[in-house]
């Protein structure tokens, strides 16, 4: 499941700001983009992880709301952590999620996406849309993206593969290493999870 979510996160661009497109819009144009870079890459299609990494870097994160994500994933403890330690949480949660799309990345090989019908409320800011990973020997994933418009700009702050929601799977994960080490276990939990990924795919620089 991981990967199948880690790959779809992929394929978010950044947007111009000249108009606000709808969310399902721009999930399945950004989608197709970005699926047609990794069909002509050789270097990503061959794996290489700096080149990965670089496009996940500057094409997934601004469509992300890390913030959101993070104070999700943590619950109910994020509102006993100090402004420091919510820091170090989004920046090592973001980097977590860097890798794992990264990774995943590597492992593509010939999925499409169907997108499925969408209905928004006049002035909803806060949108489920919704699609299914088309797999080449294996059975369809649904794959579901939570939404909210900020700013001026619809930005994911959750995706539900297969009825699996990211920021609730990781909120079971955090509240047993909050339980067992507080706040800053949690945080070196993450730093210890990210140094094992980056051994694992080569140095990844942090900006």
Known sequence: MSRVFAFFAICFLSLPALALEAPDA???????????????????????????????????????????????????DWRTASPAQKNRLVEE?????????SNALRSYSNQRIDYKPFKMKPGETDVLVRSEVI????????????????????????VVVAGISLVTNYRSQFSKEVREGGVDGLVAS??????????????????
Do not use: C, H
């Open 26 to 76: 721009m999930i399945k144009r950004v989608s197709e983009e970005v699926l047609d870079i990794v069909r002509q890459d050789k270097d990503v299609q061959n794996g290489d992880m700096k080149k990965i990494v670089a496009l996940v870097d500057a094409k997934v994160l601004p469509n992300f709301n890390f913030q959101r994500m993070t104070s999700l994933a943590v619950g109910r």
């Open 93 to 101: 949660f973001k980097m977590l999620l860097v890798r794992t799309y």
């Open 135 to 158: 797999q080449p020997g294996s059975q369809p994933v649904q794959i579901d993206y939570w939404l909210e418009l900020a700013d001026g700009k619809w930005r994911v702050y959750d």
């Open 190 to 207: 993450l730093v210890s999870k990210n140094q094992s990924l980056e051994a694992t795919q080569g140095k990844v620089v942090k900006k």
